[in-house]
């Protein structure tokens, strides 16, 4: 038996994370350093840029600019399928009526995703947003 180094909770021989507080083991931190890449690490030093990629045309600056990351390549999709379905509610409302009820409901839902996308992004979460989540526009590492 081992004890975790962020919480001091007891944590079972083999395991990879923290059962008390999640945080990574020592075991599955060397896991991580084989594969060059730790999921955890990867969110905390992206977090603040991928914010911009829930605000329009500005998803480019962290897309372009961390290429590697697979949480701002995440994010960076999921703020463009965003952005095309706010525009595409935006023409919807030119349309007298019918359209305006569809824009009035694609911008409201757009508004609740928008919101949905910031709060993954500042809890380090990769998930999906609802209905339009799971298309896939941008190259994803």
Known sequence: MSF??????????GAGFCPACGTATERQNSSNANWGFDP????EANRDICILC?????????YFTRKGSPFVSF?????????LFALIGSFASKVPFLGWIIGLFCGIFAFVCFIMGIINVCN???????????????NQN
């Open 4 to 13: 975790c180094k962020h919480c001091g909770a007891q944590v079972p021989d």
């Open 40 to 43: 955890a690490g990867d969110a």
């Open 54 to 62: 829930y605000f329009g045309p500005l998803l480019l600056i962290p």
């Open 75 to 83: 994010h960076s999709n999921q703020g463009l399928v965003l952005l």
């Open 124 to 138: 380090g979460e990769m998930k999906p947003l609802p209905l339009i989540g799971g298309i896939n526009i941008l």
